[in-house]
């Protein structure tokens, strides 16, 4: 799967960019500020239709216009695709794979899927569960489609049960709704954990591979899904899994109108991680901790080669400057194969790699210094 070729007009700071890509390795240098996670920024969109920094759309229009365009020439599955997002600062987005309109982002991943890696990533572990939900989310909306709807059907349905939570109290008739907001709110969010528990339980195996190697087979990772309570077999199918998303709603109901917000669900869901039995967030090196979580995005990435024969176009958003030596080479070393987008400020630890391209970014603007 590659990214051949991206164009943008009006995004963030590039005004009409036009550039090749080299299949393999792709190396962007520049300075801070001048526009290298911009770049990554619009690849990783044409997969997910969603920026992984921005609130919103309207952030990545450029200051002087009323549009964006996104657009990517691809080649996956011996097939060509292209693969356009237009965005506007007043209405909704468009997005189409060869002409055609998608009615969700689910219909970009068909074509292209990317695997975003950056800095705050390497806080994956030390965060707070909302962050590790994110990284399922990105990952799941590209590899299952009905991933990708139930979690907007969820999302809306926990927003509309949020609203009668907090405003029951002047506006008593709207409990009458509660019991069917529940239901919807259990049918998707019983989707969200079928898919979840089995990406977890591949996650585990790859990323715990992974980081048995990056720590010299000292280390033992382990990764857990936690959800709702009254599930005791994760990979029960969907049916059974809102049976007992329900008996849980209908067990807290009380507690939920006291405290006036949603107790139960996919929403605080999250992934435990330990090393060598211990909580890697609780007693985890800073090494344990930054190895973990390379783990957990480089098994990400294998998990999508699993899946459709093909590796993910890999995103390193200055990921290296962030890592020791060592770890540096062991991802370039685990990276080997499939097409590679790196951004660097300098050149010097990637020296080594002769084959690909590089290009310079420089307020906006990018030059190749090495051509694809």
Not at 330 to 354: D, H, K, M, S, Y
């Amino acid at each position: 799967m590659n990214l051949n070729r991206l164009v943008l007009s009006h995004f963030r700071n590039y005004e009409d960019l036009d550039v090749l890509f080299s299949p393999g390795m792709n190396v962007i240098c520049g300075e801070n500020a001048q526009g290298k996670t911009n770049l990554l920024e619009a690849a990783a969109y044409l997969s997910r239709a969603r920026s992984h920094r921005a609130r919103g759309d309207k952030e990545l229009i450029s200051f002087d216009s009323d549009f964006s365009v996104i657009r990517g020439d691809v080649f996956a599955r011996n097939r060509e695709f292209i693969v356009e997002a237009r965005l506007f600062r007043a209405g909704q987005k468009r997005l189409l794979v060869n002409g055609v309109r998608q009615k969700t982002a689910a219909g970009l991943s068909g074509a292209l899927r990317t695997v975003l890696f950056c800095p705050e990533d390497l806080n994956l572990i030390l965060e707070g569960p909302a962050v590790r939900r994110k990284f399922l989310d990105g990952s799941l909306c590209q590899l299952r489609p009905r991933y990708s709807e139930a979690l907007v059907r969820y999302n809306r349905s926990l927003e509309q049960k949020t609203r009668i939570l907090r405003d029951f109290g002047e506006k008593p008739s709207l409990l009458e709704t509660l019991d069917a907001f529940n239901r919807e709110l259990a049918k998707a969010g019983a989707v969200l954990m079928f898919y979840r528990a089995r990406y977890v339980k591949k996650l585990s195996k790859a990323a715990s591979a992974i980081h048995f190697d990056c720590s010299g087979g000292r280390e033992e990772l382990h990764l857990a899904y936690e959800t709702v309570k009254t599930v005791k077999d994760q990979m029960e199918p969907p049916e059974q899994l809102f049976s007992h998303m329900m008996e849980r709603l209908d067990a807290l109901g009380p507690a939920e109108l006291s405290a006036r917000s949603c107790l139960v669900g996919p929403h605080r869901d999250d992934i435990s991680a330990e090393i060598n039995g211990k909580s890697a967030r609780s007693f985890g090196s800073q090494g344990q901790v930054r190895t973990a979580a390379l783990s957990l995005k480089l098994a990400e990435r294998d998990i999508h080669y699993e899946d459709m024969g093909e590796h993910p176009v890999l995103l390193l958003d200055d990921v290296l400057s962030e890592l020791d030596s060592r770890r540096q080479e062991f991802v370039l070393n685990r990276i080997a194969g499939g097409q590679v987008f790196l951004t660097c400020c300098e050149t010097e630890p990637l020296r080594a790699l002769r084959e690909g391209a590089s290009f310079r970014v420089q307020n906006g603007r990018v030059t190749a210094a090495r051509e694809p």
